[in-house]
């Protein structure tokens, strides 16, 4: 079923923003939602694939992660001895085995109940979650930039957090998404950065679905943040994510190089450029008017410490998301051959009390001419 929700509008004075839909896809079942009897379900980790120690840890720091969401649903981590499909009780372990990963780095096995005799019976029953357990585990466990693919990570830089999220997504029966940026399409570009760190999130789109499914958590949960990633595009049934960009005023896309695996963009000192960035609000109600500076850092991670060069604001409804481009001017008394930092902060003077703080700032690398 494709369930068409919020449309919204939104504003921001130092530039244009388009408006967009968010959707998300559920599965049906005798037109009943497929979803868990109650708000909350317990997964259990294999104690062979998660012993106690950093990969239970980093499985754990999934199921806390989702739980930011502004829905009622949680997830509780528990533990097991044995694993098996279709069980009746819904776990997680790694796996060797080829066939049952199908060339999947992960995948979420979903048993239901539907049928119809003198009456429905519709229940979601059990969810396995199976990663691939090549030793050692060819997973990111930490979230410093430096261990993660899109960051200068290595092959063993998928973070564990955001394939774990998609997979705990395909356990609220979500499908795949790739008609814009969200957790259900490719995970490993879903990624929020500011400073040392770049952290899995589950995401608005993936909000607004639990939200429709187990409804709003009360009192409602505010949440906006901004990324340095964009939709571009399809990849089968995923969504594929690029990083933003920087752009002239004609809207070329200017210069850049890789820098340790990040993308930094050659800008001339006194400069107008347009800066691209994804906004989402990740809470269960709209925000509106919602304060957004934009600032010029001598390092990675933005704050309000650093130099503001503009601003204006935006509206967003509850589960909306969208990547817009404002136009900014690059001070003309920056230093010449330099790196620096442009950066975005929303709700940059503090004033909403929001369940996650960390991503309401990020950045696009730059280096003056
Ligand atoms: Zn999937």
Redesign the pocket.
């Known amino acids: 079923m494709i369930r068409i929700a919020l449309k919204f509008a939104c504003v921001l004075s130092a530039g244009l923003f388009a408006g967009q839909v968010a959707a998300y896809s559920t599965k049906t079942c005798l037109g009943e939602r497929l979803k868990w009897g109650s708000n909350s379900k317990q997964l259990r980790a294999s104690t062979t694939s998660f012993p106690a120690g950093t990969w239970r840890n980093t499985l754990q720091g999934t199921i806390d992660r989702f739980n930011l969401n502004p829905s009622r649903f949680t997830y509780s981590l528990g533990t097991t001895g044995s694993v098996r499909r279709g069980n009746g009780t819904s776990e997680v372990w790694g796996s060797t085995d080829t066939g049952l990963l199908a060339g999947?780095p992960a995948?979420?096995f979903q048993y239901w109940t539907c049928y119809w005799f003198f009456g429905n019976h519709v229940s979601l029953d059990e969810v396995d979650v199976v990663f691939d357990y090549r030793s050692p585990w060819q997973w990111a466990s930490s979230e410093a930039k430096g261990n993660v693919t899109g960051y200068g990570g290595g092959t063993d830089g998928r973070p564990m957090r955001s394939t774990g999220l998609?997979?705990i997504g395909?356990g609220l029966i979500l499908n795949?998404e790739n008609r814009w940026y969200n957790i259900?399409g490719t995970d490993f570009t879903h990624l929020h950065a500011n400073g040392g760190m770049a952290r899995a999130y589950f995401g608005a789109d993936g909000s607004a679905a639990a939200v429709f499914l187990y409804g709003a958590r009360s009192p409602a949960r505010r949440d906006l943040g901004v990324v340095h990633w964009r939709y571009d595009g399809t990849s089968g049934e995923?969504s594929r994510h690029r990083k933003t960009r920087l752009f002239n005023t004609s809207g070329a896309v200017l210069a850049s190089f890789d820098d340790a695996g990040e993308t930094r963009f050659r800008v001339n000192r006194g400069q107008q450029v347009r800066a691209e960035f994804t906004y989402e609000n990740m809470g269960s109600q709209a925000q509106n008017n919602v304060p957004v500076g934009f600032y010029i850092s001598s390092n990675d991670l933005v704050t309000t410490a650093d130099r503001r060069i503009g601003g204006g604001s935006l509206s967003i409804s509850a589960g909306g998301h969208f990547t817009a481009e404002v136009t900014l001017t690059i001070p003309a008394n920056l230093d010449a051959n330099r790196n620096y930092w442009l950066g975005v902060i929303v709700d940059e003077n503090d004033a909403i009390a929001e369940v996650v703080e960390w991503n309401n700032a990020t950045y696009l690398p730059i280096r003056t001419n």
């Open positions: 999947a995948r979420a998609h997979e395909h795949h259900m995923y």
